[in-house]
C-alpha cells in the first residue's frame, strides 16, 4: 500500500517513524527531473526520503498582452524580479492613465488568497523565512515595495475574490493568483493572456506550492508493489492524465500534447517553468498550525491590510501584529516550518 498525502499531513506521522526512506527510488527516477527542492522537501528537515513528490497546485502570474508594450526595458516575464514587476505596472498607469495591477483581497464568502501570496512569495522572496523574518529590515523593504505597487493596482482589488474575473473584464491586465483562479479567463481567452512565473526577490523566486507526495508505510504487505505504483504514477503519460481529470500539474519533466486544450497548456508551461527556474525555491503550505491557520493568515491579511491600504507606519504595525503571529504559531504549538527552517519549540517571530 502506498499513502498520498499533502506535504503538511505527512509530519507527525514521519516523526513516529511509520514511512520507509524511499532514497533509492528517488535516484531511480532522477530522469524523471523532479525539482531537487521538492525532492528536498519530501525529507521534512531530516535525511530521509519521507515521501516521493507526486502533483503540485500552485499560484504564478498571468498578464493580458495588452500590458506587454509596458514591460520595463531588458525585462524577461519568465525572469522578472518585483523591482521590475512594481516598473511594469507603473508604466502601465503612467501611459494609460489606469490602474491594472489586481491582489486578490476578497473577503466573501470565497477569500481572495492574499494570505498565501504573503507566506509563499512576498515574504521568502524578500527576507528569506516569514516568522524568523516576520518584522526585520528586509521585511520593512519589502512592505514599501508592496506599498508602492498598491499605487498601480485597481482599487477594486479589495472586493476580488479571484483574479479571473477582473482579467476577463480587462479591469485588471496583471496579477499573481492560484492556477484554480486563473484558468477560466485562460480557458476563454487563450490567444489574449501569457501565463509566467512569479518574481523573485532579493532571496530567490520563492513560490508556494501544495505539494502532494507519495509514501510507502513501514506496515505494507508488498513493498516491491507499492514501488511499483509509485513508478507508474510518475510515468509522464500518467501525470499528463491527472492534470486532465484534477488541474493537479506535472512534477516530473513532460511534453505537454497538443490537445491539452490552450488554456490548461498555458497554465503548466507557466507551472514548469516556475519550479525550473534556475533561483525558484518552493515553500510549503503553512505546517502543524490545525486550528490555529485561520488565526494565523488574519493576523498576516491585517498587517497587509494596515499597511498596504491603510497606510498606517510600517514598523508599528509589524511590532503590533507579531504578538497575535506569535500567538497563533505558540498555541498550536507549531515548529517552524518551511524557509524558517526547523525548531525545537514554536516557531518565534523576529
Not at 474575473?165 to 480557458?187: F, N, S, T, Y
Not at 493572456?193 to 513501514?218: E, H, Q, T
Request: glycine share 8%.
Amino acid at each position: 500500500g502506498i499513502a498520498g498525502l499533502e506535504n503538511g499531513q505527512f509530519s507527525s506521522l514521519a516523526a513516529e517513524g511509520y514511512f520507509e526512506d524511499l532514497g533509492k527510488l528517488a535516484d531511480k527516477h532522477k530522469d524523471k527531473k523532479i525539482p531537487q527542492d521538492m525532492l528536498t522537501l519530501g525529507k521534512l528537515g531530516g535525511s530521509a526520503q519521507v515521501y516521493i513528490p507526486w502533483m503540485q497546485a500552485t499560484y504564478f502570474m498571468v498578464a493580458n498582452k495588452k500590458a506587454l508594450q509596458y514591460l520595463p526595458s531588458g525585462a524577461d516575464v519568465n525572469a522578472l524580479s518585483y523591482k521590475q514587476l512594481i516598473d511594469w505596472a507603473k508604466n502601465i498607469t503612467e501611459k494609460t492613465g489606469q490602474r491594472r495591477y489586481g491582489f486578490p483581497l476578497g473577503a466573501g464568502t470565497t477569500p481572495g488568497l492574499i494570505h498565501r501570496l504573503i507566506q509563499g512569495y512576498f515574504y521568502p522572496s524578500y527576507t528569506g523565512g516569514l516568522v524568523t523574518t516576520f518584522k526585520n529590515a528586509d521585511a520593512v523593504a519589502m512592505w514599501n515595495d508592496l506599498k508602492e505597487l498598491w499605487k498601480y493596482s485597481n482599487p477594486q482589488s479589495t472586493t476580488y475574490a479571484n483574479l479571473q474575473e477582473p482579467m476577463q473584464a480587462e479591469e485588471v491586465w496583471l496579477g499573481l493568483d492560484h492556477a484554480a483562479r486563473l484558468i477560466e479567463v485562460l480557458k476563454a481567452k487563450p490567444d489574449d493572456f501569457i501565463a509566467f512565473p512569479a518574481p523573485a526577490g532579493p532571496k530567490g523566486r520563492y513560490y508556494m506550492s501544495v505539494v502532494i507526495g507519495l509514501a510507502i508505510p513501514k506496515t505494507t504487505p508488498n513493498r516491491a508493489g507499492s514501488e511499483a505504483l509509485i513508478d507508474h504514477l510518475l510515468k509522464p503519460e500518467t501525470q499528463l492524465i491527472t492534470l486532465r481529470e484534477n488541474s493537479f500539474f506535472p512534477v516530473v519533466d513532460v511534453k505537454l500534447p497538443d490537445d491539452l486544450g490552450k488554456g490548461l497548456k498555458l497554465e503548466a508551461d507557466a507551472v514548469a517553468k516556475q519550479a525550473n527556474s534556475k533561483d525558484a525555491r518552493v515553500v510549503p503550505l503553512p505546517v502543524g498550525l490545525g486550528a490555529k491557520g485561520n488565526e494565523f493568515n488574519n493576523a498576516l491579511v491585517n498587517t497587509f491590510v494596515r499597511i498596504v491600504l491603510k497606510n498606517e507606519p510600517i514598523q508599528t504595525v509589524l511590532d503590533e501584529q507579531a504578538p497575535l503571529v506569535q500567538k497563533a504559531i505558540t498555541d498550536a504549538n507549531a515548529k517552524c516550518w518551511g524557509p524558517d527552517g526547523t525548531s525545537s519549540g514554536p516557531c518565534q517571530v523576529k
